[in-house]
């Protein structure tokens, strides 16, 4: 199969979509470069808006743009209250399934009264406009909900991942000082109890800007409860004094909305940050396009809202274009390889977005299981997170889209707030691997070393050239890192950190990062955390980890150690060395395992070791290179 074999847009597909062709799309993309303001106000406009816009955007103080100023806009107002006087009112907002199977669905009208009445919560606890607000929650409605009643009242929102561990959550709390922690009393996972709450406690010790901690009920155990501070969300929300009704607060377009840490070349993971107006704007449009969201689609994006695919295309974009989204808990493969297969079949999804990682690990346990079930409602297929291996790509096309559903690849960053590179589904004939041409509004380019533009088929620096809406403002209390780091290699340009070519079609091949940042199934992490890690541990001198090919998980990791003077390995010492990365980066249990030692060696006194990923589960050998003595 060659790379450059073309898949058109199935015909029907086409044919009620919202961009119905190539051409379509190309009259579009001319006239959103040529006059952006134009393009992106008129995108804006099907929003609510208390106060319209005086400018579409600011670019004078590079790289700090400015999106719709002196504009005034309200996120839950614009996800929720704007579908109330609709057909929406009682339709689905959200479908969640949790990973025991227990579900529950909340119509527009409902998640409104849950998100007026958790944002009096907030309120009665002094939480204000511009105070941030910690979220350490497993995938359940109140996270959503608590996203939600943040942009009710203006407070900024700090999603953390809930595998994250103790050590991992209390550096965000103490970078952007939250106020308020919001976790739930454990989560489940491949039915086992991670003790979130146990967690949170630990990180909390030293985290004196929480003033109160709001749990919720998921898994039942019994946990302490500090006074004074620890609060049930299930008594809170019904309280006597807590009111249905919580006018919005009218937001400058240009407040801050949330702060998500991602990990980067150097130190400790950064907020990224992004600001109201712009990002709605970016996120509805781009949804509304990408999946091609029809009234009655249901929309299943499998990722966890810890990452900013959740916030973008579960709660934001979603909602803000009245969709029915639907919320897992789970893992693709727990109880079975087929959960995924039989919550698209109980839902009858329409549009699937999913990671190249989770792809792979379920093709790998055989066709039997997608085919178990009925999986015909299925009319879109997204991918992100890591490239995608043309095999994969056909497997996902043939097995799980019968062949009559378009794929889109959608490239995109945390940084980015949205999807930039990406086919627009009933328009641009995808070939397997390329996330094919830019967004509307979108100018990516790729430069060689010197900052000229790479040959066709030439590899180079994936970046942006024109400021949009969604890009991220700055890294959270240090605008100057946020420069150097995305604007520092070509000034003025937006510095992606990915590799990609451009071939004789215009089509973007994005083929990996150019700096110590690595895909773990999907999940993003910096060498230079793990090798921290590492190196805060005393017996070890330093560190070096690396990324390795892994055929499921995209990437894995090799490590290299060595311990100081007179330490000598013992068993003991390594698993303290396994031990000692959860802690700092994940809970229990992390998306990789180091489980290995593979080769010592002295030199000059010192030892050196090689650790590995667990690559058991992928069923596959991996050979690796025994170090040098
Ligand atoms: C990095 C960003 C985008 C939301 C989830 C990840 C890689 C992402 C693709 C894709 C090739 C991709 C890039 C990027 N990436 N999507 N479709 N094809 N690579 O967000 O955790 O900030 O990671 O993920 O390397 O820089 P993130």
Redesign the pocket.
Known sequence: MSETELFPPPKAFSKRAHIKSRKEYEAIYRQSVKNPSKFWAEKAKQLHWFKKWKRVFRYTKKPFVKWFEGGKINVSYNCLDRHLSTARKNKAALIWEGEPGDSKTYTYQELHLEVCRFANVLKKHRIKKGDRVCIYLPMIPQLAIAMLACTRIGAIHSVVFGGFSANSLRNRIQDSRAKMLITSDGSFRKGKIIPLKKMADEALAECPSVKTVIVCRRTGQKIPMKRKRDRWWDEEIKAEDISDVCKPAEMDAEDPLFILY??GTTGKPKGILHTTGGYLVYVYQTFKWIFDIQEEDTHWCT?DIG???GH?YIVYGPLANGATSLMFEGVPNYPKPDRFWEIVEKYKVTLFYT??TAIRSIKQEGNQWPKRHDLSSLRLLG??????NPEAWLWYHKMIGNRKCPIV????????GG?L??PLPGAIPTKPGS?TLPFPGIVPDVLDEKGRRAKINEGGYLVIKKPWPAMARTVWGNPKRFKEIYFGKFPGVYL???NAKIDKDGYFW????TDD?I?IS???FGTAEVESALTAHPAVAEAAAVPIPHPIKGQGLYVFVTLDKGIKQTPHLKKALFRQVAKEIWGIPPPWRILRWLHYCSSRGSFKIAVSVDIKDSGENLKIEPLPA
Do not use: M, Y
Not at 510 to 513: A, D, E, P, Y
């Open positions: 991602t990990s990722a990452w900013v695919t973008s990671a190249p991918s992100v997170g890591e490239p995608i690849d959608t490239w995109w960053q945390t940084e980015t999807v590179i990406t996330a992606t950190g990915d994005v083929t990996g990062r940042v895909k999907g999940h993003r």
